[in-house]
């Protein structure tokens, strides 16, 4: 199995494993997406253990260590992005499972479970082409005023939406244009969906346009930009604006 076999059949089975713990009705709110949290974290973690050994790994659900530094490949999980989305039952949650080769996130995966789907670095698409009026994904309860502000300037509307992964896949699906991160991430929430997102054809930086740098010490990584390649320069101008 190869390493994107590997990440997207993880990602799926993880999923599955999710929409049962949810769907045992043991749990709810909180407890639910805590119990998925460690549910799917366990999986993964012991799956990645067997299956690539000698890799390293980050995961948001485990204690991180020094060791994966000494790596040049390391995996980048997050048993459940949009942990609040699940515990509510909404569909707008992901797994993400990326790895990163010498820094670089090369592979990934990312699982919409409720909508069926797998969107995986090693099998991109077609992204469908923009409207007349560019879409926007924004966070549900805190909107990043960059992304505000720039939507202001670009003409854009906001749509709301939970998990990183699921804001980002949405321009690959083709249900918005940019997603403009400021608020603040950590390393899983973006290593696979960028992964995806640059196989798709996609940009993907930091907000001042410089790469995005995984399996650092510290693994905080703040903002994020993703948008087709042909908004990349307004969106860069409007946030230097």
Not at 96 to 117: K, R, Y
Not at 135 to 141: G, K, L, N, Y
Request: with cysteine; net charge negative; glycine share 8%.
């Amino acid at each position: 199995m190869t390493d994107a076999e590997l990440a997207a059949h993880l990602a799926q089975v993880a999923g599955r494993i999710l929409l049962q713990v949810r769907d045992s009705d043991m749990f709810e709110g909180k407890s639910l997406g805590y119990a998925g949290d460690q549910t799917a974290n366990q999986f993964l973690i012991h799956a990645l253990r067997q299956q690539r050994p000698n890799d390293g790994l980050l995961s948001e659900e485990s204690k991180d260590t020094e060791e994966r530094l000494t790596k040049e490949r390391v995996w980048i999980i997050d048993p459940v992005d949009g942990t609040r989305e699940y515990g509510e039952s909404r569909p707008d949650w992901a797994v993400h499972v990326a790895l990163a080769i010498n820094g670089e996130s090369q592979i990934g995966a990312v699982a919409l479970p409720d909508l069926g789907q797998v969107l995986r670095s090693d099998r991109p698409g077609l992204v469908p082409r923009a409207p007349e009026t560019l879409r926007m994904v924004v966070s549900r309860t805190r909107p990043a005023k960059e992304a505000v502000a720039v939507a202001e300037q670009l003409g854009a509307v906001l749509v709301p939406m939970g998990s990183a992964g699921a804001k980002a896949m949405a321009i690959i699906r083709g249900d918005a244009d940019i997603y403009l991160h400021s608020g603040g991430q950590y390393e899983w929430d973006s290593c696979a969906p960028a992964a995806v997102a640059m196989a798709h054809g996609l940009h993907c930086s930091r907000l001042d346009g410089t790469p995005l740098r995984y399996n650092q010490t510290d693994p905080y990584l703040p903002d994020l930009l993703v948008c087709r390649q042909a908004d990349r320069l307004k969106v860069l101008d409007a946030l230097e604006g």
